[in-house]
């Protein structure tokens, strides 16, 4: 037996592996395991993680013009209903409910004066709410899903995060005047255009596009906001949510005053799929919100990716979603909600939104610009709903 014993203690490790284990692994295979995919996962895979998360959006390759589709998406993906010439006219999936119940008085009896064109308009925003949701409505976790999000089937949510009495009762609303700056708006891809962008003209992408949201942001509305327009996905989009960090970094340390960052993006659809809705007479571009919860359905949490603010940027996403259901119906596709984390952990009210596709016009894309500003301005300064 003392033979027996000491034989098993010599061979007890062989190359750093114990023997017993490869006789008897079952028992402890998960301890060893679970420490061991953590640190291969957070060291020697981040960058594979990076792109992924890069490449967790549909976008349309600028070069080739073809849509390249999130994973998990070849049957489906953010645009899969949302292919209407007017959301208005048909069911679209990917709107917020309104549409089919308000077939009339859906807009106001009295419009604002709006022009088609969306820059130098005078879109002011509706003196009152076209629709209104019951609070035991929103707080029923299944018509919250139902009607406000979509899912993407990579990830996962359940009612201890999206909770309409806690989303609504977070303050959003701004703690400063304009006196120093308040929101920063930047884009991520900056290489993104539409149907009838000129090539090498920034001014018709999404960068132009969040200029004319600073200017009605600034000139309408008061507001202190700092347009960056760095790039980060030219030559390189795998890797532009890690390219645009440092300098998202570097603008937020110079201006702590900051208190809200917009992502501003545009979405790839397939071709046919129209975005578009019709709000006080005007066409435009629909917008939708994306929020990354730094969880995958497959692995869980992704601790390496953390994120302390996701409540907050549900919250912000969900306000400001309500606040134009009400205002706008169908201006908005429902919340999407997908894994990894989009840069969005620097700061509690961040928000990233895709205007409309490569399908929709520049134009389309600018008349969007009054009501999103509209329905922000009503979430950062008036009371909380």
């Known amino acids: ?9 010599a061979l007890y490790f ?16 998960q301890e060893n395991h679970g420490s061991y995919q953590t640190q291969v996962e957070s060291e020697l895979s981040y960058e594979f993680i990076l792109a ?24 489906g993906g953010s645009d899969q209903a949302a292919s209407s010439e007017s959301s208005g006219s048909t069911a679209d ?15 106001l009896s009295e419009p604002n004066t709006t ?24 707080n029923d976790f299944d018509y919250l899903i139902q009607n406000f999000y979509q899912v993407d089937n990579t990830t996962t949510i359940n009612g201890s995060q999206l909770n309409a009495d806690a989303l609504l009762g977070k303050d959003m609303r701004l703690s400063h005047d304009a006196s120093t700056p308040q929101i920063l708006i930047y884009h991520t891809h900056s290489q993104e255009g539409y149907a009838d962008s000129i090539p090498q ?6 960068v132009g596009v969040g200029d004319y949201l600073t200017k009605i942001l600034t000139e309408q509305y008061g507001l202190n906001v700092i347009h960056h327009k760095g790039q980060y996905d030219v030559g390189d989009r795998d890797h532009a949510y890690s390219n645009a960090e440092p300098d998202l970094k570097k603008v937020l340390s110079e201006n702590p005053s900051i208190e809200v960052v917009i992502d501003l993006h545009r979405d790839g659809v397939r071709e046919g799929t129209r975005l578009v809705t019709e709000q006080n007479g ?10 990354g919860l730094s969880r995958t359905t497959k692995t869980g949490d992704i601790d390496y990716l953390y994120n302390p603010y996701i409540a907050e940027n549900l919250a912000l996403s969900f306000q400001v979603q309500l606040k134009a259901a009400e205002y706008y119906p169908g201006f908005t596709r429902r919340i999407y909600l997908k894994g990894y984390r989009y840069n969005m952990h620097f700061c509690p009210k961040t928000m990233l939104i895709e205007v409309g596709a490569q399908t929709n016009t520049v134009q ?4 969007a610009m009054a009501p999103l500003a509209d329905v922000l301005y009503k979430v950062l300064t008036g009371p909380i709903t």
């Open 52 to 75: 992924k998360e890069a490449a967790d959006e549909n976008y349309v390759d600028e070069e080739t013009g073809e849509l390249v589709l999130a994973e998990g998406e070849a049957q």
């Open 364 to 367: 389309e894309a600018m008349n």
């Open 201 to 206: 003209d920034a001014s018709t992408t999404v």
């Open 1 to 9: 037996m003392l033979i027996l014993t000491a034989l098993l203690a």
């Open 115 to 138: 022009e088609e064109s969306g820059t130098g308009s005078s879109f002011r925003g509706t003196p009152g709410k076209t629709v209104t949701y019951a609070r035991e409505k929103l």
């Open 93 to 107: 999936e990917n709107s917020l409910p309104g549409n089919t119940f308000l077939e009339e008085g859906l807009f």
């Open 282 to 291: 005007v066409s435009m571009a629909q917008v939708m919100f994306f929020n």
């Open 14 to 29: 062989v190359d750093g592996f114990s023997v017993i284990e490869q006789f008897f692994p079952v028992g402890m295979y």
